[in-house]
């Protein structure tokens, strides 16, 4: 009864919700409809002509794109119908196997689109370079210019776009007719439709230039050939017939078909997802219902279809915000066709070829290729346009995806080789990926070098294959029995840090991932990278870790520093112990000219007054200068875990050290507050070593030692410093932040709004 219960409720919902939703469809989507049907018309019958196919068949695809990809398609407000970007491949398609057996190559791309988005790949058609796609449009673009221009000029377009291009010269300086008069008008409308005024330009320019001309050619009566229709538009009895041979071709031909509809109508999906925020479009879902467009279409007589851009933008624009602007502009169409077939058959055959010039020179779209020009890709533009104009279509878009792997090859396969320094002393710098292909660069540099050097061989790469093992092992070999020294200094993974006993390290789970060198200790990736003992380390480390920084790490941040070179502005006051294991800029993750740091045994502040005042000035002098003269906006305080002085304070401190015991005595404050306060916890629970219960009273105690300081007092009342007490579990490489609210110290990255009180 409970279930019976919902499904009424959900009815009664649905009843509620359709007033709302017709009334928005009544609102957006009608008149939405009827602008993206203005526009559709006149494009419908000029891609059917370029297609060479009966001028009914555009205005079938646009009802069939528009109903059927409408109501079963994934992408709500995409509008399809038939696109500029087949007819290069239709008119070869249709003068190959003629227009009937055309037709049952549609309904079968058709069916090859259903079982793409059945086999929910949508998305793969995606990985193709959006350089090939936007060559192959501005391929057919220039193929469409080059043949239409032909008709502009009341000629005949040749069989190839090589054939126009050798004819044009002829059909320029040759004698025109109305013709051209009237396609060269149409071109010039639609070029300055954009310069008018925004009033104006609400109606399409495609409907305002074929209106205009064809009103112009039928009230002065100009003699030029006419849109051909039919009798009886609606008499459908069109059978597609499969070919008599040539089974082959046939499957290129619906593949071929399939596979630029398919890669055309994700495309426009995917931009028109970036036009709206409505919802986003279901890709496989959208490839069904593309197909079975094209099965009906084709069934039809009528061309492919995909989704189209110019449509699709166009419904967003003026407000389309559902599905039922795109069904509804396949309606108007068909009522269009039935009832206005007259008005179709009075249009100038030049007035839409000049339309086709117009939308084929837009195809080579500037704006794409600035864009393909910033990510390095012009060379797959080129190739794939020059491709599809010089050839066809399919051998364009193989020959750019050719193109496309050679070029992912060679960037996978790079590696940069170079050597540096001169006398005895050289190093030697190999990046990226070292394969076969490497090793005749490798060992020319390697065989350049002098005999008896010392080489450091600087190892950046991302994978090291047998052949260039075997070089470098080699190499390194007959080097040392020369004489010469050879140190490998190798970043990452250690693909040849066994490179002597050859035996390499192959897979990346054989070895721990590498910590930076600049979070690890010298001690550590010394001894790691160079062999280089502990105790050895009294007096190297410094030189070998600067020379790291000036090879590795200046170049990196030159840039930054070079911005602060005349002055620093900090954010924040930080001090903190002197002990070698805390890194103020690692723990909080900061950089140059983000921390302005004081570092003494136990982060102590002196008190302001009282006793032992005046013994230390630094701390106070940094704390004046930080807060009163750089403006930062926190001070930190930061203790740590196994501190020294707090265990020098808890009665461990080593003999000998007079001015540490000295120095101490500016801790017992905090000694006297761990005795006389209750504890103060970690997370919840308390530190079990008396030492680090101690250090974090001590970082609450120095807190209220700043306070003291007036300058301090004044911003922290006016709300512009904030005080911070911070400790760091050294063994767990965890930072605690304390919380007022609490009154215990929270994991970073846990606590609520952090205060001190």
């Known amino acids: 009864m409970a279930r019976n219960v919902g499904h009424e409720k959900q009815r009664s919902e649905d009843v509620r919700v359709r007033p709302r939703q017709l009334g928005s469809v009544l609102r957006y989507d009608v008149p939405a409809s009827l602008v993206v049907f203005l526009v559709a018309v006149p494009l419908s019958l000029g891609i059917a002509l370029a297609s060479g196919a009966p001028i009914v068949a555009g205005l079938i695809a646009a009802v069939v794109g528009g109903v059927v990809g409408g109501l079963l398609g994934g992408a709500p407000l995409q509008v399809s119908g038939p696109a500029a970007g087949l007819t290069v491949v239709m008119a070869e398609t249709i003068n190959q196997f003629g227009w009937v057996v055309t037709c049952a ?42 043949g239409q221009l032909h008709i502009v000029l009341g000629g005949t377009p040749q069989s190839s776009a090589i054939d126009n291009i050798v004819a044009l010269p002829g059909q320029i300086v040759s004698h ?279 080489v450091t061989l600087e190892l950046v790469v991302d994978y090291l294959d047998h052949a260039a093992f075997e070089c470098l092992s080699g190499w390194q070999q007959a080097h040392e029995r020369a004489g010469g020294t050879v140190v490998v200094d190798e970043i990452g993974h250690p693909w040849f840090a066994r490179g002597k006993s050859d035996s390499p390290i192959v897979r990346k789970g054989q070895a721990k991932p590498p910590l930076p060198r600049w979070l690890a200790s010298w001690s550590e990736w010394m001894a790691k990278d160079f062999g280089v003992e502990i105790p050895d380390q009294r007096t190297g480390p410094l030189r070998r870790g600067t020379s790291e920084f000036q090879a590795r790490t200046a170049p990196l941040v030159q840039e930054t520093l070079s911005k602060l070179a005349a002055g620093q502005e900090p954010h924040t006051l930080f001090i903190t112990c002197a002990d070698a294991r805390i890194v103020p800029n690692v723990i909080t993750t900061s950089g140059p000219g983000d921390l302005f740091t004081v570092r003494n045994v136990g982060n102590l502040v002196p008190q302001r007054q009282g006793e032992f005042a005046g013994e230390d000035s630094s701390v106070g002098a940094a704390i004046e200068y930080a807060v009163s003269f750089l403006g930062v906006r926190e001070v930190v305080v930061c203790g740590h875990s196994s501190c020294g002085a707090m265990q020098a304070l808890s009665g461990d401190a080593p003999g000998g050290l007079p001015s540490l015991s000295q120095w101490l005595r500016h801790g017992e404050p905090s000694l006297r507050r761990h005795a006389a306060q209750a504890a103060v916890t970690l997370d919840g629970r308390e530190p079990e070593t008396p030492g680090d219960r101690l250090a974090l009273h001590n970082v609450l105690q120095q807190l209220e030692h700043l306070r003291r300081y007036p300058m301090i007092a004044r911003a922290e009342s006016q709300g512009e410093l904030h005080l911070t007490g911070m400790y760091f579990d050294v063994g767990n490489a965890q930072v605690y932040l304390f919380d007022a609210e609490t009154g215990a110290f929270v994991p970073a990255g846990a606590e609520r709004v952090v205060k001190t009180g």
Do not use: C
């Open 176 to 454: 025109h007719d109305t013709a051209a008069f009237l396609g060269i008008l149409t071109i010039a409308i639609l070029l300055l439709w954009a310069r008018l005024p925004a009033a104006v330009r609400k109606v399409p320019g495609p409907l305002a230039a074929i209106t205009v001309v064809t009103v112009l050619a039928t009230v002065f009566g100009m003699s030029a050939e006419r849109v051909d229709l039919p009798g009886d538009v609606l008499a459908l009895d069109l059978v597609p017939q499969l070919p008599a041979g040539g089974w082959f071709d046939f499957g290129v031909a619906v593949l071929t078909i399939a596979l630029i509809a398919s890669v055309e109508t994700l495309l426009s999906a995917v931009a028109v997802d970036r036009l709206h925020t409505g919802p986003r479009a279901n890709l496989n879902r959208e490839l069904v219902g593309q197909g079975v467009a094209n099965m009906t279409s084709g069934a039809l007589g009528g061309l492919p279809v995909t989704g189209v851009i110019v449509r699709s933008s166009t419904n967003v624009s003026v407000g389309g915000r559902t599905r039922a602007s795109a069904v509804l502009h396949g309606l108007w169409i068909l009522l269009f066709t039935v009832a206005l077939a007259g008005l179709i058959e009075s249009i100038p055959l030049a007035t839409l070829g000049g339309l086709l010039v117009y939308v084929g020179a837009k195809l080579v779209d500037i704006k794409h290729i600035r864009q393909v020009l910033k990510h390095g890709d012009l060379p797959l533009y080129l190739v794939t346009l020059v491709g599809v104009v010089a050839v066809d279509l399919l051998s364009g878009v193989l020959m750019g995806i050719a193109l496309s792997l050679a070029l992912m090859l060679r960037r996978m396969m790079w590696s940069g080789i170079h050597a540096e320094g001169d006398g005895q002393q050289r190093r030697v710098v190999i990046e990226g990926a070292l394969t076969f292909l490497s090793v005749p660069r490798l060992s020319t540099v390697l065989n350049s070098l002098p005999g008896r050097s010392t």
């Open 105 to 146: 190559i549609t309904v079968g791309a058709g069916l090859l689109q259903v079982l793409f988005g059945l086999s929910r790949v949508a998305r793969v058609a995606l990985a193709i370079s959006p350089a090939i796609v936007h060559g192959m449009l501005a391929g057919i673009g220039v193929t469409l210019v080059l």
